[in-house]
């Protein structure tokens, strides 16, 4: 009773911001695409797409950077890694940045996925932070002051499944973090890994 009182209260505040009608958006290979505010568990589920809400945030910035930025279109927030990015913004964000949301399934063929159930390894989900809270990881010193809010430059990345945040510098992130296994942070133990759900094609 306890969890569904809590999933209940969290999917109210999700689509108390979903985004009010359809949004389509282009690819850079013709096709157009639906935003999605709520997961989809179809067959026409991606893995990595990100849910879009509506947010009245000021202080986030466009998560495609200033020289990629259109600045169209009204901003929307995913909930799952909190960036924030324009509607005008989100085609160069999954086709040119690449940047994905955390995975949610394995999408595997019917022959592979017994071996894919074996698979429990999951890695950190880097986000690039243009201001952050709390203190770095590894060096231990604070991020920011509040006169920075409004910087443009990145000064943290931090794991959107454990939430470990480090300075975006080499003597605090190396790249052999990219490759480090997550243990999901304090909740790991009330989290679905992403390994346990697997998307199979019908038969």
Wanted: proline fraction near 3%; include cysteine.
């Amino acid at each position: 009773m306890f969890f569904k009182l809590i999933l209940n209260t969290v999917f109210y505040a999700i689509e108390s911001k979903a985004i009010q009608g359809e949004i389509k958006i282009s690819t850079e290979n013709g096709e157009t695409r639906t935003l999605r505010s709520a997961p989809d568990w179809g067959e026409t589920a991606i893995n990595g797409d990100h849910l879009w809400v509506s947010t009245s945030a000021s202080g986030e910035l466009c998560y495609v950077g200033e020289n990629e930025c259109s600045k169209q279109g009204p901003r929307l927030c995913c909930p799952a890694c909190k960036i924030t990015a324009h509607t005008g913004c989100i085609g160069i964000l999954i086709d040119k940045i690449k940047f994905h949301c955390k995975p949610t399934f394995k999408d595997v063929g019917v022959r592979q996925y017994r071996e894919v159930l074996l698979q429990t390894v999951i890695h950190h989900h880097w986000v690039h932070r243009r201001h952050q809270k709390g203190r770095c990881r590894q060096c231990g010193k604070s991020f920011q002051s509040k006169l920075s809010f409004g910087n443009k430059e990145i000064v943290a990345l931090g794991c959107s499944w454990c939430k470990t945040n480090f300075h975006n510098k080499e003597t605090c992130f190396c790249m052999e973090r990219l490759t480090e296994t997550c243990n999901l942070g304090i909740h790991g133990d009330l989290i679905i890994p992403p390994s346990w759900i697997v998307k199979l094609p019908r038969k």
